[in-house]
């Protein structure tokens, strides 16, 4: 099915979202990749507040390169999730509604994001240049150091994922390789 979703997104519209769906984002999404997620975790271990709210937020995995004049942003294309799983269930627990990334996931991660009622989705790898199109602003808002890893507040319009993940605990990387999987 093909969706259209304004984010940050309602944990109801999260829920109803099936694996396999097509969706275009467009409203706000932020950037965090390793570096950022590492300095999070350590502020929360402080008992710090985070620099951006994650509640009802979709945080999606991607360096980009530099921008092209004229440009809000360079290649845009997402990173491998995985490297994010430890720090991922603890991020949906307070209230995340959603990631962007691309490969698998752990268990934990996928648990979490049932019992949040939350959504994992991919984009397409490879297709950065592509995908920075969909985004009309890009803004550094924390970690400013980290360079590319620096968490951006990003305005994207139509920005086009898939769900892998779902609230009713399906997952697209196994029930594709079911569906196409030749039988000798």
Same mark, same amino acid.
């Given at each position: 099915?093909?969706?259209?979703?304004?984010?940050?997104?309602?944990?109801?519209?999260?829920?109803?979202?099936?694996?396999?769906?097509?969706?275009?984002?467009?409203?706000?999404?932020?950037?965090?990749?390793?570096?950022?997620?590492?300095?999070?975790?350590?502020?929360?271990?402080?008992?710090?507040?985070?620099?951006?709210? +994650?509640?009802?937020?979709?945080?999606?995995?991607?360096? !980009?390169?530099?921008?092209?004049?004229?440009? !809000?942003?360079?290649?845009?294309?997402?990173?491998?999730?995985?490297?994010? &799983?430890?720090?991922?269930?603890?991020?949906? &627990?307070?209230?995340?509604?959603?990631?962007?990334?691309?490969?698998?996931?752990?268990?934990?991660?996928?648990?979490?994001?049932?019992?949040?009622?939350? +959504?994992?989705?991919?984009?397409?790898?490879?297709?950065?240049?592509?995908?920075?199109?969909?985004?009309?602003?890009? +803004?550094?808002?924390?970690?400013?150091?980290?360079?590319?890893?620096?968490?951006?507040?990003?305005?994207?319009?139509?920005? !086009?994922?898939?769900?892998?993940? &779902?609230?009713?605990?399906?997952?697209?990387?196994?029930?594709? +390789?079911?569906?196409?999987?030749?039988?000798?």
């Amino acid at each position: 099915m093909e969706r259209h979703i304004t984010v940050p997104m309602s944990r109801e519209e999260a829920k109803n979202l099936k694996a396999g769906d097509y969706v275009y984002l467009s409203g706000i999404l932020y950037t965090a990749r390793d570096a950022a997620h590492k300095r999070m975790e350590e502020a929360l271990e402080r008992g710090e507040k985070l620099p951006i709210s +994650v509640k009802d937020h979709v945080i999606y995995y991607m360096g !980009p390169s530099p921008a092209r004049q004229g440009r !809000p942003i360079g290649s845009a294309g997402p990173t491998t999730a995985s490297r994010m &799983d430890k720090y991922t269930p603890r991020l949906l &627990d307070m209230g995340m509604i959603g990631m962007i990334g691309k490969g698998k996931r752990s268990k934990e991660v996928l648990d979490a994001v049932v019992r949040n009622g939350a +959504v994992y989705f991919a984009a397409v790898g490879g297709a950065g240049a592509l995908l920075s199109q969909r985004i009309k602003k890009a +803004v550094v808002i924390a970690y400013e150091d980290l360079g590319t890893e620096a968490i951006r507040k990003l305005e994207v319009e139509n920005f !086009p994922v898939i769900v892998v993940a &779902d609230a009713q605990g399906n997952n697209l990387y196994d029930t594709a +390789v079911k569906q196409y999987r030749r039988e000798e």
